[in-house]
């Protein structure tokens, strides 16, 4: 079960207090730079009673890998990552077609690849998920261990001939299965001790696939797909193009997929590292590709506001705030914090005041219902609150999306009162109309609206849509 932040309560924890008991993520520490025969190291301490943090497992921070599917798709799609795919598949072309050297390059090429991808699955195995530059050590360093995983498949290759050979194909196609079955746990064997031995040992491969559980099936399956994903856009997609063009994108497709497999394979040795025993000092900052509400310039202040907050000091809270920003809130967060404190306190014409700014943030961040909400008991507190004029307008269309048809005319009306010469208003009188017409079934009231937009308006961009519109209407 995940432990969640005492202060964030939607963020994973970090770090624990073991003097508190309070949980931290990553926004709530107090972080010391101390340096120490001129290295530099950081500490982590409790921003409540300033006593050092202890890390907790990474497993209470990153999502699990069937969470993660669409960023699992777009890890190579980074700058990186792309050269090296694109180089690959054009040397792939270039150095197409028969001849004993053309095909030691093309094996070379392949082994470039495998040892990339090798390093993609260290890396992630880390914690660090993003590919790794490309470099003399991620594409050529500690070669060898492309030399063992191609072993890896010689042995089952030589293994099944074998068994073929004294048993028959029947057994030799189980041990098949089994053996493809194995070779995810194999290489992440081969990860964790480097030894070759080792990843061929069924009594320690199989072992590390059971700790993983049902989370390696499910893995090697998502594995099987992207397997045979290349054969297939290159049989039904690949296949249609011009065969340079066919040949060039049929290796970046290959590219592509096996990066995604090692980095997969990668990911699932992070989120099982405990179960397999696997090291991993994550990286302070993992947590926040996981987080919806990235931290922004707010955060700090954030943080302590929820601090006075637990600490049930309201006032104080509301005054840090506006000491603080001086009435220029531009974090959502902190903006939705304030209008809560301030409707605690019943400070009425604080409210209204700042709504009008948390009106801007939840329009801007497409927070419809919320913004509703907040509009609707600014409203009903005072007859004459009006948001600025393009949240009111957009305020309206968020009525009526939500089928409160009588709300969103009365947004549109109030709109048009505030802004006389808005530039809006043509438009805005049509919405409404529009609304009365077919959700109202007040056809008469919305042409008497319509005809006074041209008559008033006449030319205005919105008059010819106007006239259509009002020809159209069942009258």
């Not at 963020?11 to 709530?28: D, K, L, V």
């Not at 005072?382 to 957009?394: E, R, S, V």
């Amino acid at each position: 079960m995940k432990t969640f932040c005492s202060y964030h309560p939607t963020r994973p924890a970090q770090w624990e207090c073991p003097h508190c008991n309070e949980n931290f993520c990553s926004r709530c520490i107090t972080k010391r730079e101390v340096t120490t025969y001129g290295h530099k190291e950081s500490h982590y301490f409790c921003s409540k009673c300033n006593e050092p943090l202890n890390k907790l497992a990474i497993g209470n921070v990153i999502a699990p890998f069937w969470l993660r599917l669409p960023k699992l798709f777009i890890y190579p799609f980074q700058l990186r990552s792309l050269i090296l795919m694109f180089t690959l598949a054009l040397a792939g072309v270039i150095f197409g077609g028969p001849g004993f050297f053309k095909g030691l390059l093309r094996i070379a090429i392949w082994g470039v690849l495998l040892k990339y991808a090798y390093a993609a699955l260290k890396d992630t195995s880390i914690g660090k998920l993003a590919p790794p530059k490309i470099t003399l050590e991620s594409i050529s360093g500690n070669f060898q261990v492309v030399f063992k995983q191609l072993g890896i498949y010689l042995v089952i290759f030589l293994v099944f001939g074998k068994i073929n050979q004294v048993a028959g194909i029947p057994l030799a196609v189980l041990f098949g299965c089994l053996a493809i079955l194995s070779v995810p746990a194999m290489i992440t064997v081969l990860a964790v001790t480097d030894s070759f031995i080792c990843a061929l040992n069924p009594l320690i491969f199989v072992r590390m696939a059971w700790r993983i559980g049902w989370g390696y099936l499910l893995m090697y399956l998502f594995l099987l797909l992207l397997l045979f994903a290349p054969a297939t856009v290159g049989t039904y997609i690949f296949a249609f193009l011009p065969k340079g063009l066919h040949l060039f994108l049929l290796s970046f497709t290959k590219s592509y997929y096996t990066i995604i497999s090692y980095h997969l394979m990668g990911y699932v040795m992070l989120q099982y590292h405990e179960e397999i025993g696997w090291d991993v000092d994550f990286d302070d900052d993992l947590a926040s590709e996981y987080d919806e509400s990235e931290a922004g310039s707010g955060n700090e202040l954030l943080n302590r506001v929820d601090m006075l907050i637990k600490d049930g000091q309201i006032d104080e809270a509301i005054a840090l705030i506006k000491e603080e920003t001086e009435g220029n809130i531009t974090d959502l967060d902190l903006a939705e914090r304030y209008y809560k404190l301030l409707k605690i306190k019943q400070q009425v014409p604080e409210i209204l005041q700042h709504s009008k700014t948390y009106l801007d943030l939840l329009v801007k961040k497409n927070d419809g219902d919320k913004a509703c909400r907040v509009y609707s008991d600014c409203v009903s507190t005072d007859n004459k609150f009006a948001p600025t004029p393009m949240t009111l307008f957009k305020i309206g269309g968020l009525f009526n999306e939500r089928g409160k048809s009588k709300e969103a005319i009365n947004a549109y009306n109030r709109f048009i009162k505030a802004n006389p010469s808005n530039p809006l208003i043509p438009k805005a009188c049509f919405l409404g109309a529009n609304i009365l017409n077919e959700k109202l079934n007040a056809t008469q009231k919305a042409a008497q609206i319509l005809n006074a937009v041209i008559k008033k308006y006449p030319d205005h961009d919105m008059i010819p849509h106007v006239r259509n519109y009002l020809k159209g209407m069942a009258l």
